[in-house]
């Protein structure tokens, strides 16, 4: 499998980025770290933008950049697509130019997205002869998109691309960078320091701290691996799980998801049968529970686990991993671990009082 | 006019004319190098460009006269002589006019960022292709400005063409030194001709920039 190498190591007056990294060229890989940790920086520098002194940078069989040998190709040589923070549309120009400005200046067998897929996918047909200042900032985000996307590129480089956009706007693209991965499957580069927006486009997390790697891996992984939690934020979530629609209950007002085997109940969901749909579990709604206990219960989402590992995290509460099947994180009082007498290897039941889809979040 | 004073605006015109040019092909990397250098020189090549604006014409007509002069560096470089003819004054006028097109321009590409530049770089423009397609519209208003002003302001020298050019009808005998003449000749009616020119083409010309300005914004996000 194809893969995508680099090592930078840059000294700012005030700042030093040194990263290694690799990952697969495929999939929605995110950026993710606290503002001034260097997301951009690392962005800028796969891009060409920035020039690390003894940089390296690999894309598949293509090397474009490799200090030990003098080269780095510039941006323009790249077939990269980047979309800033703020749109950068060229004033001068129409909406259809912005969007063509690219296109003409790529060879005609390089021409893999049209025209008339990118207006589609991100619903900008009615602008096209506007000029770029009558547009919302939504509307002007989109086309920077829809811009870069028509230079064809194999690698999309977005830089918080939602940044200066409110929660409403924000719902309005994220969908549509979704669909773009989905159906032209160029592998997405993302940097975010919003933690909703991993939830609902992360393959693949890459977590960044003063300048530093912290970690790298798959969503759900990165989410439950204990160390790394704290560098999330507030937001305890403990699993993000790729189910599955199973069956409906209308009478009942629930959907019925499957899961490595496994079933969830979430509230009604306007999906198909057989559809992929993506929840995720709060640390703080999953409670365990030793021995199937013969008493009845009101949760309806119970599930088989065994504990992987046990972390403090303050005085009062702990992190417990569980396998089931995939990893889900619940915190607990340490006074429940000690009353229940919890260790690694044990069989234990995770009642689950709330799935959300991960649509219905916000920040 | 006569047919001397006639001969005087089209050398003006040209000298005008060629003074801007050079200034814009010349200017244009200057301003941009200005506008982006992190170069601690910086502020030294600013100082040079500007020296033109609080200089006496005299002062810089002196040096460039001695420089174009036969045993001055730029007459020994070419082993020509260049005081006293129209090449000559055109070199003289770019130094003159320098500050009106580079502080223009300087502002304008300052302006403009890097931003678009990036941007352009990102849809596969090559630098001078993101240059001509990209930051020049942007940074119009400045160009147009540069063009303007440059140009007035080498219509409207005196001081240095007195000392570099001499006079020459045909040559290097402009509309500024012409009104002179006449003026000193006693010849008020046709320094009044000129001089009136003078006043109503700069009147015309800035009126026409700030109409186009005001007709054609360019909006920058």
Known sequence: ?363 | MTEMDLSALWVTLRLAAMTVIVLLVVGTPLAWWLAHTRSRFRPIVEAVVALPIVLPPTVLGFYILVALGPYGPLGWLTNLTLAFTFTGLVIASVFYSMPFVIQPLQGAFEAAGKAPLEAAWSLRASRLDAFLTVISPIALRGYISAVVLGFAHTMGEFGVVLMVGGSIPGQTKVLSTTIFSHVEAMEYAQAHAISAFMLIFSFLVLLGVYVANRRFPIHVS
């Open chain 1, 1 to 363: 499998m194809s893969r995508l190498a680099a090592r930078f190591n840059v000294r700012y007056p005030n700042f030093h980025l040194s990263v290694d990294l690799n990952l697969p060229t495929s999939g929605i890989t995110v950026l993710f770290g606290p503002s001034g940790s260097g997301k951009t920086t690392l962005l800028r520098c796969l891009a060409g933008l920035e020039r690390a002194a003894d940089g390296f940078m690999q894309f598949g069989n293509d090397i474009w950049q490799d200090e030990a040998k003098g080269v780095c190709l510039p941006l323009y040589t790249r077939p990269i697509g980047y979309v800033f923070q703020e749109p950068r549309l060229f004033p001068h120009y129409s909406v259809r130019s912005n969007l063509l400005y690219g296109y003409k200046r790529i060879r005609m067998e390089e021409r893999r997205i049209s025209i008339e897929q990118v207006v589609t996918i991100l619903g900008i047909a009615h602008l096209l002869e506007r000029r770029t200042h009558k547009l919302s900032g939504g509307e002007q985000q989109r086309v920077a998109i829809g811009r870069a996307l028509l230079t064809s590129p194999k690698l999309l480089l977005l830089d918080e691309p939602l940044a200066s956009l409110d929660i409403q706007r924000k719902q309005e693209i994220l969908p549509f960078i979704h669909r773009l991965h989905e159906e032209l499957r160029i592998p997405v580069i993302y940097v975010s320091h919003a933690i909703s927006e991993i939830l609902q486009l992360a393959d693949r997390v890459v977590l960044l701290k003063q300048g530093k790697l912290v970690g790298a891996g798959a969503l759900n992984e990165m989410l439950t691996t204990l160390e790394y939690r704290g560098s999330f934020g507030s937001l305890r979530v403990g699993a993000v799980l790729d189910a599955r629609v199973e069956s409906h209950e209308p009478q009942y007002g629930l959907t019925q998801l499957e899961f490595k085997g496994q079933f969830l109940f979430v509230p009604l969901q306007p999906v198909a049968i057989g559809q992929p749909v993506r929840v995720h579990i709060l640390s703080s709604d999953v409670s365990l529970v030793v021995g199937r206990t013969n008493s009845p219960t009101s949760v309806l989402n119970i599930l088989e686990a065994k504990i992987v590992e046990i972390r403090e995290m303050d005085q009062s509460s702990v992190d417990v991993l569980l396998d089931i099947g995939a990893p889900l994180v619940a915190s607990i009082t340490r006074k429940s671990l000690a009353n229940l007498g919890l260790k690694p290897d044990q069989q234990v039941f995770a009642h689950i009082k709330a799935v959300a889809l991960n649509e219905e979040l916000t920040e």
